[in-house]
């Protein structure tokens, strides 16, 4: 089973090789499809000069554009089975792909989400958030995602979403931003596509060291839901 995996980049100077090096180690058949989202740090050029004949596919954006542009620039290149979302930071994982595609294999799921909450203790886990706000902005958009679509997820914001690959293809995605979570969500909601959660480890970064969504993009999340459950299905 074949799993594309996009890495959306802006601005990860400090981390993009490691995370790179990660993903390439993983034991999965894969594909690699990196986005530049117009990087003024010197990771586009890291990304070409040491990576280029190691990933399939590079693609630079000329101007920056948003994680979900990023995203909607790669979906025309993917062929693998599933399709996974990764940061381009170190908060999540990619050791942690084979949980995902055994679950996929096992329990024919189409969609499944790795909870960074699922089994642990809430506040035990706040270090990994930064900070008690963060847990209780994440309970309360993924309360409100799980209202109006009916869901009943505990961590409906996180990234990594694995959804299988022409159904991820088949979504006419349109955010450009950090709105792409709950848009997925909701879309995958309104085909009445079931979403299996596991636990999965986290280790969050503060704003000093590059976290880049803000209160505003738990706004902008709660209107995308609305807009795509009610009124663009």
């Known amino acids: 089973m074949k799993l594309t995996v996009i890495i959306p980049v802006y601005n990860e100077i400090n981390s993009i090789d490691i995370l790179l090096e990660k993903v390439l180690e993983t034991n999965v058949e894969k594909?690699?499809?990196v986005v530049d989202d117009c990087s003024t740090d010197g990771s586009r050029e890291k990304?070409?000069?040491?990576?280029?004949?190691?990933?399939?596919?590079?693609?630079?954006?000329?101007?920056n554009q948003g994680k979900g542009a990023a995203i909607i620039s790669a979906?025309?290149?993917i062929n693998g089975n599933y399709v996974i979302i990764q940061d381009a930071d170190l908060e999540y994982?990619?050791?942690q792909y084979k949980l995902f595609l055994n679950e996929a294999k096992e329990n024919k799921y189409k969609a499944i989400y790795g909870s960074r909450v699922l089994k642990k203790d809430r506040f035990s886990n706040a270090q990994?958030?930064?900070?008690?706000?963060?847990?209780w902005g994440n309970l309360f958009l993924t309360f409100i995602s799980n209202l109006i679509n009916n869901q009943n997820l505990t961590d409906a914001h996180t990234c990594y979403k694995m959804v299988e690959a022409q159904l991820f293809?088949?979504?006419?995605?349109?955010e450009k931003g950090f709105a792409f979570c709950p848009e997925v969500t909701t879309?995958?909601?309104n085909l009445?596509?079931?979403?299996?959660?596991?636990?999965?480890n986290y280790q969050g970064r503060t704003y000093k060291e590059g976290k880049k969504i803000k209160a505003i993009d738990g706004l902008k999340a709660i209107v995308a839901l609305i807009r795509y459950r009610f009124f663009e299905k």
Do not use: A, V
């Open 75 to 77: 979906q025309k290149y």
């Open 187 to 189: 879309k995958l909601s």
């Open 47 to 63: 990304i070409i000069k040491k990576f280029k004949d190691k990933i399939d596919n590079i693609i630079l954006h000329e101007r």
């Open 169 to 174: 293809k088949s979504l006419k995605l349109k």
């Open 93 to 95: 994982d990619p050791t």
């Open 128 to 135: 990994n958030f930064s900070h008690k706000t963060r847990i």
């Open 192 to 200: 009445g596509i079931n979403i299996l959660e596991i636990p999965i």
């Open 31 to 33: 594909q690699i499809i």
